[in-house]
C-alpha cells in the first residue's frame, strides 16, 4: 500500500518526550524572499547594492552577508535576498532603482518559499541523515550556505549560529513532505515545535 507523504506542514505534532538533545523547529512564515541576478564583478552594480542592502553582495561561493536582511550567494550573477516580512515591495523598489542603469533582475519569490528554522543538540544530526554535504563545523559553519537535498526534497540550506542553528529555504509545495520528514527524523530525539520570527 502507498503512503501519502503530504501533511498539512503547519499542523505538526511534536514527538513524544521531547529532550535536551532534541530538536526546535518551525516554519518562519511571510518572510521577504527575493531573487536577485546581476553582474556584482561590476563595482557600480556592488555599490548599488550595498547602498539599499547596507552591505555587499557575497562574491565568495556558498556563503551570506547581512543580518536583519541577508543576501545568500546562489551563483556567480543570483542571490536570495532575503528579509523581514513586509518588506517585499519597498526593497524590490529600492533594488530596480538603485540598478537601473546596469542589467539585472529583480523578482519577488515570496510566495513561492518558506523558511524553516532548525536549532538544538540534535539539529546537525538530523540534518545529517538528509543532506548529502559534510555538516562538521570544520567544514560548514555560521556565514555558510549550500544548494543541497533534504530527503527529496530541493532545499537552500545556511547556519546562522554555532549552537547551532540552521534554516531551510523550502519551496511551499514540499512544506508538508519536508515537516513529514523532519518528525520522522527526529523521533529518537524528540522534536520541539516552536513559532518563529
Known amino acids: 500500500m502507498l503512503e501519502t507523504l503530504q501533511r498539512n506542514a503547519s ?53 551570506y552577508e547581512g543580518d ?24 524590490l523598489q529600492r533594488l530596480r532603482s538603485a540598478l537601473a542603469s546596469r542589467h539585472h533582475s529583480v ?12 536549532s538544538g543538540a540534535s539539529a546537525r544530526a538530523i540534518l545529517a541523515q538528509a543532506c548529502p554535504i559534510d555538516l562538521h563545523p570544520r567544514a560548514f559553519s555560521t556565514g555558510a550556505c549550500v544548494g543541497s537535498q533534504f530527503f527529496a526534497a530541493s532545499v537552500w540550506l545556511w547556519q546562522t549560529d554555532e549552537a547551532p ?23 529518537e530525539c524528540g522534536l520541539v515545535i516552536r513559532r518563529v520570527l
Open 11 to 63: 499542523a505538526g505534532a511534536s514527538s513524544p518526550t521531547p529532550t535536551v538533545e532534541g530538536v526546535l523547529a518551525g516554519w518562519r512564515e511571510g518572510l521577504t524572499i527575493i531573487n536577485l541576478r546581476c553582474d556584482a564583478d561590476d563595482p557600480a552594480v556592488q555599490e548599488a547594492a550595498a547602498s539599499v542592502l547596507g552591505f555587499r553582495l557575497p562574491m565568495k561561493a556558498c556563503t
Open 68 to 91: 536583519v536582511v541577508r543576501a545568500h550567494w546562489a551563483g556567480p550573477d543570483d542571490w536570495f535576498i532575503i528579509g523581514p516580512s513586509g518588506q517585499a515591495e519597498v526593497l
Open 107 to 118: 523578482t519577488d519569490v515570496s510566495s513561492g518559499y518558506t523558511v524553516l528554522h532548525m
Open 165 to 187: 542553528v540552521y534554516e531551510l529555504l523550502v519551496r511551499r509545495s514540499f512544506m508538508g513532505y519536508v515537516w513529514l520528514m523532519v518528525e520522522r527524523a527526529s523521533s
